[in-house]
């Protein structure tokens, strides 16, 4: 199943409920609250998608085993929809600092090329040495 197919809204209230194990009028009160948010159908029927049930879940969860109220509930969502937004961001950024590395490097090594690559003879002091020219393109 692809990202396309989780968003795509085709349950009605009843199964999307069903398939959340709650109640519709929770569902309802979750609306309200802004902690989903339908499709509506061209007749305002609510549709519900796969990745709506799969935010009920987390929603019902949150309340029945940590606790939660709905005010918690909607600040730890928030929080981990922050959290997503962020690490999407860090991704970029990974990324953006790989290609400038490797562009880096690629530029480095293209000035390190580009030297003439020359020997400078060393000796000892008053020694004379004698450098015979080379030609070019010969090492």
């Known amino acids: 199943m692809d990202f396309d197919d989780k968003m795509r809204p085709v349950f009605m209230i009843s199964v999307a409920a069903e398939l ?27 549709l519900y998608s796969l990745d709506d049930v799969e935010r009920l879940r987390r929603i019902q969860r ?9 005010a918690g509930v909607e600040r730890v969502l928030e ?27 690629e530029e480095l090594e293209a000035t390190h090329r ?5 020997l400078v003879p060393v000796g000892s002091p008053g020694e004379v040495i004698v450098v015979t020219s080379r030609r070019r393109g010969s090492r």
């Open 20 to 46: 959340a194990e709650m109640h519709p009028q929770t569902l309802r009160t979750y609306e309200r609250r802004g902690l989903i948010r339908p499709r509506r159908s061209s007749k305002s029927t609510r």
């Open 62 to 70: 949150l309340v029945g085993e940590c606790g939660l109220n709905l």
């Open 79 to 105: 929080m981990e929809e922050q959290l997503a937004v962020l690490q999407r961001r860090l991704g970029e950024l990974q990324a953006d600092m790989e290609r400038l590395a490797a562009q880096a490097r």
């Open 114 to 118: 580009s030297y003439r690559k020359e």
